[in-house]
């Protein structure tokens, strides 16, 4: 059981199944380069990557965003729309100060899409 594992053990165990996402991954290692102290991916692409793989499903079932917690300004979101431009739209990235603000931010075109019209 990997509750019981010493806890630098969970962690890699977590990583490994974390790594079976490669959009994840990607994700990851595109958003280091936008240079955004603070940011993270939140906990909710993080958990159902995990139930997927503990499930037997593909990593990326049902998920269709990957929100980053970030006080977003225009410039990220511009920087943002170039990193992720080739992502497909099922990993279609939202920049947002606080997820369950998003609706508004969409209304007022504050997103970083992989798709155009975003």
Known sequence: MISRLPLDEQLESLRAVLSRSDVLTEVLARTATLDLPGCYVTAGRLFQTVWNVVTDRPPTR???????????????IKTGQKVFAD????SRLRVSS?????????????????????
């Open 62 to 76: 049902g998920i269709k965003d990957y929100d980053l917690s970030w006080e977003a300004e225009d410039a990220v």
């Open 87 to 90: 992502l497909p739209e099922r």
């Open 98 to 118: 606080q997820v369950g603000m998003r609706a508004g931010q969409e209304r007022r075109g504050r997103t970083a899409s992989s798709r155009s019209g975003c």
